[in-house]
């Protein structure tokens, strides 16, 4: 679990490593990592909140008449990067809260909108809401201006072994990189598709994992540009082969004990997990607004592939939204299948308690599980067992969350504001951009 650091821990660690600048992480409404740096000099500005950053140019945040923002940094999240500066410093980094400058925690923070919800959850007598991410990535290759390409550095598929090839190079550094800077990697393998990847990274509590994607994220792209190559968490970026996907494997603990697990009941799921269960799959469509929030992720959610297009669960089953992997009493789970990598984690696992809690206080079941494959049943035998599609576009699911209030309570009246008026543009650009497809399909009418 997350390490207790204090102001002087992080004193020492840039004394002994020789860290010349300091990093401030936070992240916008888009799930994009931000950052404000600064000399070790001001390091006892950053250990007692006192660095501000205008927040007007930042997606989702403030007006020009309240710009003025404050950095309040997690001392857990301290680190010293493995690359240098140009003088051969190194360079510190610290996730970061946004404050307004009357101390107070800013309601335009995906950040501090999860530590709301968290509160929600401890005071229905919850301790801990563990996370653990799956999420992929593709390696592509540069061209001679250091821009990115389609091209993929191998051809290899899942749990392929090949030990010496560009992508396994770049794995493995990627690995020992994250490594270094206190993340417990258990695995990294290939995945499916030509040039994917997969690494694995220990559960935690929701905010600690959380910010640690943000942080996997942020080193995979350096890693993979240290080895000439691009790294995207694009959910479609080539097209013909597998997306990249987010799976959210979600666990809620009560008195030091998984409160997901029964002994006696079917599938070792308590009564509280599957209401749990059914709050996910009551407000799916909804979710499926914040887990896959661009136009390109619904060229992921298709049938074909993996990732789930019907809202339904199931044990062993991979074709519904959410599987239940077998697993011992801790690691009782629930794996939600439909989310990628450019969801906002924050807002992502805000969305996903919210509705888990509510479904526990409703206290109703979920719809029975689906032992057959979801893809090969006929749109008669899947409404005949209640299942629904999810959102087929960016639209659908923007107008599915206008319609869900509890979905819009879990990420607060603001961010759900900014969040429906960043997607409706987001949509209304792409309906007025004109592809080469269209262009080589009506050219001649």
């Known amino acids: 679990m997350t390490k207790t650091i204090t102001a002087d821990d992080i004193r020492k660690s840039v004394a002994d490593h020789d860290v010349r600048f300091l990093r401030l992480a936070f992240t916008d409404i888009n799930g994009k990592l931000k950052a404000v740096e600064v000399p070790n000099s001001q390091l006892e500005k950053v250990l007692s909140n006192d660095i501000r950053f205008d927040g007007s140019s930042i997606d989702g945040f403030v007006r020009l008449e309240e710009s003025d923002m404050v950095l309040y940094p997690d001392f857990s999240t301290w680190a010293v990067l493995p690359w240098s500066d140009s003088q051969g410093g190194k360079i510190g980094s610290l996730t970061c809260s946004v404050h307004t400058t009357d101390g107070e925690p800013f309601a335009g923070d995906p950040r501090n909108n999860l530590k709301r919800v968290l509160a929600e959850m401890k005071d229905m007598g919850f301790s801990d809401f563990d996370i653990g991410f799956e999420a992929e990535f593709h390696l592509l290759k540069l061209d001679s201006n250091n821009d990115w390409t389609t091209q993929v550095p191998d051809h290899d598929s899942y749990f392929d072994m090949n030990s010496d090839d560009e992508s396994a190079r770049c794995r493995r550094d990627i690995v020992e990189t994250l490594e270094s800077i206190g993340f417990e990697v258990e695995a990294a393998h290939h995945e499916v598709g030509d040039g994917q990847q997969e690494i694995d990274f220990k559960f935690d509590n929701a905010l600690t994992t959380a910010d640690r994607v943000q942080t996997f994220k942020m080193v995979v792209r350096e890693v993979a540009r240290k080895h000439n190559l691009f790294a995207t968490f694009m959910a479609k970026p080539l097209q013909n082969q597998p997306g990249n996907g987010m799976h959210t494997n979600m666990s809620l603990f009560k008195n030091g004990k998984n409160a997901f697990y029964s002994k006696d009941n079917e599938y070792h799921l308590s009564d509280t997990a599957l209401y749990f269960l059914n709050g996910i799959l009551s407000h799916a469509r909804a979710i499926t607004a914040v887990a896959n929030p661009t136009v390109n992720s ?85 409404e005949a067992k209640g299942i629904k599609p999810l959102p087929s576009t960016l639209h659908n699911a923007i107008t599915a969350f206008k319609a869900d209030k509890l979905i819009q309570s879990a990420l607060g009246s603001r961010l759900s504001k900014s969040f429906i008026s960043s997607k409706e543009l987001e949509w209304a650009q792409y309906t007025q951009t004109v592809s080469d497809w269209e262009r080589q399909r009506y050219m001649e009418y």
């Not at 669960?313 to 697993?327: D, G, H, I, Q, T």
Request: proline fraction near 9%; hydrophobic fraction near 40%.
């Open 298 to 382: 619904y060229k992921r959610l298709i049938p074909g592939y993996e990732a789930p297009v019907y809202i339904s669960w199931a044990a062993k089953n991979r074709s519904p939204l959410v599987r239940v992997p077998s697993a011992e009493e801790v690691n009782t789970r629930l794996e939600m299948r439909s989310a990628d990598p450019t969801a906002n984690p924050y807002l992502l696992l805000a969305a996903c308690l919210t509705a888990g809690l509510d479904g526990i206080k409703q206290q109703q079941q979920p719809m029975a599980p689906i032992t057959s494959n979801v893809f090969n049943m006929s749109e008669e035998e899947r």
